[in-house]
């Protein structure tokens, strides 16, 4: 028996038109809580310190970071056509859940590391944004408030106020970056120069020898991570779309289960055999694909716009002034005040706004990464009702979260987690996911209902520049 795809919002099927187009832009959901999780320490830390000593010469990085948006597209895209989730065919396709498992382990190790490092600059922020009291105390409290907000809070109210931080942000960076009035014709040929590998400059080597002790390969894929759909956010994208109902779950009242229907059936029959075969129905699937491709789409411009404008304003403005692991936030306001002193609380509200977003969504998308991946796995685990699962998971994230924040205190290097963690959460998982998604959705997707020609190929391309710097990382 055939399943026929629903009818595509009327939007889709209209004539091209500014109309149609800007009506295209309310698509914008889960797209916007990955641009406000993947805008934050990374941005606000690395971004200025690399456009600090490297100049231009690096913003190739965001270039190549698309390569993620891609995988993410590549994943929901197989579940969305197909209605099975790509976790379960990673977990039914790979030896004993392969996959799964490495991810799974993957989050048990970083996500204490990812909450240490933003209860500490939440908390730096927070206590320089106020004038008061102790860091710690605020990124603890902030981090709760931010737990408590995403297990009693619906999915829509994460999606909407995840689209206004992603706005604040947005906007803050455009403003910060224009009145600077950069040459524009110096930096765009950056955004191509793929492979460009600067040198330390002297005066890094002469006033900063920590930093100048570290390979520029790993500081670049430590960036790079912070450019990414990580392995949290891919996941988490994953249950996003089946809440918006996108694709073929579009009019079922419960997707998930739906989709624990069909994997029953693909699981006896070892293929999918019930997607229609008839050409009406296969173009109606990409209609349906569409609101998909602008979500994703959109998370990334905004990504690589308020990264470049983090980035461009470093070269600019930091000279030799590189941000310590007591300041990191505060070091860098003069990227906004010297610019003009009214800039300064923008930058202080966009810092807020970065950070903030960062720990809401990113506590919803490691709960939902894990939950998802879990359950694939383990029966017990999809029995647990997701806001239960969502509880226990910020007991666990703040019990072994905080006790690194408090080491940091002591001396533990806040740059030195943050780089680790954006490596193996932001390049490697996403590397070793993208190709699990790209080989595994074409195959088992019907001939009809998969990436083909240059679409394919700019995939596969894409995927290889990303793993670009971890190569240089064994070249240099």
């Known amino acids: 028996m055939k399943i026929e795809f629903p009818e595509p919002d009327e939007v889709l099927k209209e004539k091209p038109s500014l109309r149609k187009y800007l009506r ?22 690395l971004g200025p310190q690399i456009g600090a000593w490297a100049g231009f010469k690096l913003l190739w990085l965001i270039t190549i970071s698309v390569a993620s948006y891609m995988v993410a597209y590549i994943g929901a895209r197989f579940t969305i056509l197909s209605g099975i989730d790509i976790l379960d065919l990673f977990a039914l396709k790979t030896k004993k859940g392969f996959l799964n498992w490495l991810f799974i382990i993957l989050m048990g190790i970083f996500i204490p590391l990812f909450v240490a490092a933003i209860v500490t600059t939440l908390g730096q922020s927070m206590q320089w944004i106020f004038g008061f009291g102790h860091y710690l105390i605020w990124g603890i409290a902030t981090c709760v408030f931010a737990a408590v907000l995403a297990i009693v809070g619906r999915y829509r109210i994460i999606e909407l106020s995840q689209a206004f931080f992603v706005a604040v942000l947005g906007i803050g960076a455009i403003i910060s970056v224009a009145l600077i009035k950069p040459e524009l014709f110096e930096i765009l040929p950056n955004f191509f120069a793929v492979g460009n590998v600067p040198d330390y400059p002297q005066w890094v080597i002469d006033e900063y020898p920590n930093l100048a002790e570290k390979p520029v390969p ?14 949290i956010t891919l996941v988490g994208y994953i249950g996003w779309v089946k809440v918006k109902k996108w694709g073929i779950f579009k009019g079922k009242d419960d997707p998930d289960v739906f989709s624990r229907k069909v994997f029953e059936r693909f699981r006896k029959e070892g293929k999918i055999s019930y997607l229609p075969d008839d050409e009406k129905e296969v173009k109606k699937a990409k209609n349906l694909l569409k609101p998909l491709l602008i979500d994703i ?13 983090y980035m461009i304003a470093g070269a600019y403005l930091l000279g030799h002034r590189l941000p310590s692991d007591i300041n990191l936030i505060k070091e860098q306001a003069v990227i906004f005040s010297n610019i003009a002193p009214w800039l300064k609380p923008l930058y202080q509200l966009s810092v807020f706004f970065a950070l903030f977003g960062t720990v809401y969504g990113g506590f919803e998308a490691a709960s939902r990464m894990l939950y ?25 994230m703040l019990v072994t979260g905080v006790p690194l924040a408090i080491l940091a205190y002591y001396g533990l290097s806040i740059i ?12 490697i998982g996403v590397i070793i996911y993208g190709i699990g998604a790209i080989y595994l959705s074409q195959k088992y997707l019907p001939e009809k209902y998969r990436l083909h020609g240059i679409w394919m190929a700019i995939s596969v391309i894409f995927l290889l520049l990303f793993s670009l710097p971890l190569a240089f990382l064994f070249i240099k």
């Not at 889960?30 to 406000?36: T, W, Y």
């Not at 894929?221 to 392995?231: A, C, E, F, P």
């Not at 789409?297 to 404008?309: K, P, T, Y």
């Not at 030195?416 to 390049?427: E, K, Q, W």
């Open 416 to 427: 030195l987690i943050l780089s680790i963690t954006l490596l193996f959460m932001g390049v």
């Open 24 to 45: 295209y832009l309310l698509f914008f959901g889960p797209g916007a809580i990955i641009a406000s999780v993947t805008i934050g320490q990374g941005q606000l830390i």
């Open 297 to 309: 789409s959109l998370a990334f411009i905004i990504v690589a716009i308020a990264s470049s404008a």
């Open 218 to 231: 790993l500081i670049m894929l430590g960036y790079l991570g912070t450019l990414t759909v990580s392995v």
């Open 372 to 396: 998802e991946t879990g359950r694939t796995i383990s029966k017990r685990v999809g029995e647990i009702e997701y806001k239960k699962f969502m509880f226990y998971m910020m007991i666990y």
